[in-house]
């Protein structure tokens, strides 16, 4: 039974935390630490001796937990771990996958172009591949403060995402979180922790993703569709270096796999030794391919189209563009 005083409740956490330390030792640790509760040393002495049952035979028999809290050790708890896996739902024929498009910094003509494709294809599917929005101003990197703010930035991601409901129509509409979503998170827990974890605070709430009919995917979590891994591609820590980033992916994951995050299109065929296909692909971008933080790279555009009418089941179809035009 918890102690019903604050004293008592804090005596106890340092019983549990220290079980072997003499009482006078911790009480000494204890006043030090938790000052503003205790008037003296002794005083903390006393409410340590109270829980650990150590006032007397009588006492000792009163507090009936006061033996535990001193002989055993138990394990602690183990914290909640946030990591989940989410599956694409089933009943969607084709897919459209766009990722890295960076709204505002998108290029148009290439963001335009694969959602015409995506509407030549028929796709009821629409899913985000991470960095949808970038959060420029959210970042910890040094900015120029005359760039957009978080505000206005988020006015035109949400603008953008009732664009691509619009045009697209899609049956089912997936966001997964890359690391430029994590932005506002990280932000609020570098700038403001105390308000971090307020209901309220968070893209979904910010996006009203659920009346816009958006289901989200948090950072970090797998998304897979029948044994394709479906990845932002910082979760495997995937680098903008990899000489081939689909190849990078395939060491890390093994599975077949297809990865956002690298801004440029890529595949590697692989067959285990099983004989069984591991293909990996890492998709274009359709942000701006001249960023001031980076303007010369090797970034291509483009998007993909999973087909899963197949008879092995899926298929995916990665495609670059250049200039405005599917290659
Ligand atoms: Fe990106
Ligand atoms: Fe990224």
Known sequence: MASATTTGQVAEEYCRRYPRTPSLQLARMMYGKEKPLFRSIEHARTSLRYVRGAKGKLHHQQIKHAARLVRRIVCPPARPCD????????????????????????????????????????????????????????SKFCKDPRERRFPDELAEGVQALDWLRATLKPKAFIWKYGNHEARLDTYVMDRAPELFGIEGLTLDAFCKLKERGIQWIPEHCHLQYHRLSILHGHEIRLGYNAVSPARAASLKTGECTVVGHAHRKSEQPETNILGESKRCWSLGCLCQLHPKWLPENKWTHGYAILDTTTPSGWSLDNRAIHNGVTL
């Open 83 to 138: 990591y989940k896996v989410y599956d694409l739902p089933d009943g969607i024929k084709r897919w459209l996958f766009l990722s890295d498009v960076h709204i505002p910094y998108h290029d148009q003509a290439a963001l335009n172009e694969a959602v015409r494709q995506g509407q030549k294809a028929r796709c009821d599917g629409l899913l985000l591949l991470g960095d949808f929005m970038d959060f420029y101003n959210l």
